[in-house]
């Protein structure tokens, strides 16, 4: 590969011992995918059980993250007159001796909402899948940032200035992505609209670095359609094309290490067998990408207001989407769990090495280095 802008690498040593899900993913007993494997038309009592679900989570096993819900309504083609709710979940995590304005954030996206049609449609790749993915991901990186930051704020300075001081973490879980009729300007996106406008119009108070809430957020990586076999994701933004790159680049890693379960090459003793890679774009030039701009999501009202998109989306022939996509066979049992581990595991590095994490997964090795760091005071 040529040369890519990156942040600190993660050792090897790291990649292999990152967290993984264990039973987490199973499509019916699994602790953060199976409550999310129902019907959840916004408005409805499966899409409260789901936020309920979200917000369990985040409050008994990420306690230190803040949870806030924004809640819009609007009608629909099949609401008559009625409103119909619509509330996106939001968690952050920021550097604990920040002020919220002087937060720039990596943001995880992913869209709860199921389709309306056909009925009894799950969405599993859409987006269940890359909700519980994202979830493992905090979960991973949770106890690590912990010690970074405790280990920043012994060592007392440094805390004012630095990106690294001022970097934070968060997660939008957002509503009413489907159209519930015909995908239109107005009947799709609901969610990811009303919260790219908020945003925009939310100042900080006077004195932060960032503006709004819109211009806190550092990039804006959205996921869908992902949990089916072998995907094929494209680049398609020249100015986040460093940041799709450092995925490939973890992506082939974490391949070479065997630590893909989807791959031929998982776990064996030796020898290799060659295998693609997911993000096909990885060698290309940034001049070189061809924007297919009329893939119409959830990053599209962010990316209006100037946001900074990756968007990771599986496109089989570069050209489609998944077979299983819109249909009543987007469900649990058609998902390929192998390969949604393995997202998952790619997320988490990809968040650990943006969280600038490397040494601080061991609670050992972290605890030896702020010995160190006191010594020597
Ligand atoms: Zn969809």
Partial sequence: MTSVPSLSQLSEETLKK???????FDIHEGKLLAPILRTRIPGTPGSIAVLNHFNDFFKQTLPDWTVEFQNSSARTPISGNKEVPFVNFIASRDPPWASKGDV???????????KYEPKGFIGAIDSAAPCAMIMHAMRSIDAALTRKWDD?????DGLDSGLDAHTGIQVLFLDGEEAFKTWTDSDSLYGSRSLAETWDETTHSAMSIFRTPLSSISLFMLLDLLGSKDPTIQSYFPTTHWAYQNLASLEGRLRNLKQFKSSPNYD??????????WLVDAEKSEHLLKSWTAIQDDHVPFMRR???VLHIIDTPGRANFPTVWHTIHDD????DLPTVEDWSMLITAFAAEWMELEGYFDAQDAAEKMYIRKTEL
């Fill in 152 to 156: 920043m704020q012994a060592k007392g």
């Fill in 332 to 335: 649990g049992e058609h998902l």
């Fill in 104 to 114: 720039g954030r990596l943001t995880l996206v992913a869209h709860y909402d199921s």
């Fill in 268 to 277: 064996i003793k030796s020898g290799h067998v060659d295998e693609p890679q």
């Fill in 18 to 24: 990152l967290p993984r899900p264990g039973n987490d």
């Fill in 306 to 308: 100037g946001v900074d």
